[in-house]
């Protein structure tokens, strides 16, 4: 842990403009109040960049964008297909205010957040390592992005003192097979599902949940989906596990 707190404050001290890269899905449970505070207190400009906004609705994300923009410029982007990256390098190169020399960019936020595949974006090409397993990239790299701009590429920042392990698998941190209970968190998707977009759920399932009951809902889905035990009950963990799979992957939209 002291070890990415050092890293951190490296990358805020010797950057230029910083990025937070968080999930559009979860903007306020990827966001790390330690790291903004640093950044204040260094003042260093931050851009907020609200990745994988290809998961969530125009209309949530441009709420989202309303109110951190009242913090910092936010811009959102999607990392799979790359929309938004223009306008990223764009206010980069707004925020730094620097002429005559390369803008080094330090890139901070969780794992599985996305940072970078939103380097690879803004690059136009594959020069920043991806990978869908948790804390693939290892140590600094520095990633030329041409017109001036260069990135540091980190490691996610581990959640300071973080040991819930719902929201580790909301976030993907953790997969299905690396989850103590997976049915927990199977619950907490349905559960979110429920409040934020119930019709996508029903209609991703083909299932109608007439009570607003996360169990409820993990039962009919796995009915649906015939995940079914020798005596005809539902198979709880396997329901679970492809619930999660589903969510991960990117296939639940909120």
């Excluded at 960019?105 to 595949?117: A, D, E, I, Q």
């Excluded at 980190?154 to 997976?182: C, R, S, W």
Aim: glycine residues 8%.
């Amino acid at each position: 842990m002291t070890s990415y707190k050092v890293l951190v404050r490296d990358v805020i001290k010797k950057a230029d403009v910083l990025l937070e890269v968080i999930d559009a899905r979860f903007p306020d449970e990827t966001r790390n109040s330690e790291v903004e505070k640093e950044i204040i207190r260094l003042k260093k400009p931050f851009i907020i960049v609200i990745n994988k906004c290809d998961l969530v609705s125009k209309e949530k994300l441009e709420k989202t964008k309303a109110r951190l923009s009242r913090i910092a410029p936010a811009v959102f982007v999607s990392g799979k297909d790359r929309s938004g990256t223009t306008m990223l390098r764009h206010q980069i190169l707004a925020s730094a205010c620097i002429k005559g020399k390369d803008i080094l960019v330090g890139t901070l936020g969780y794992p599985n957040v996305g940072k970078s595949s939103v380097i690879n974006g803004v690059t136009g090409r594959h020069r920043a390592s991806t990978s869908p397993i948790s804390g693939h990239t290892k140590g600094v790299q520095h990633v030329d992005a041409g017109s001036r701009i260069m990135f540091m590429d980190t490691p996610g920042v581990i959640p300071f003192d973080e040991n819930d392990e719902y929201v580790q698998g909301l976030l993907g941190i953790k997969d299905a097979t690396h989850l103590k209970d997976p049915i927990g968190v199977a619950l907490k998707i349905i559960e979110k599902m429920l409040v934020e977009n119930k019709n996508a759920l029903e209609l991703f399932y083909s299932v109608t949940l007439e009570a607003r009951d996360p169990y409820v809902g993990l039962e009919l889905i796995g009915k649906q989906c015939n995940f079914l035990q020798k005596k005809g009950e539902v198979d709880e963990m396997r329901t679970a596990i492809r619930i999660i799979n589903d969510w991960q992957t990117g296939l639940l939209l909120i």
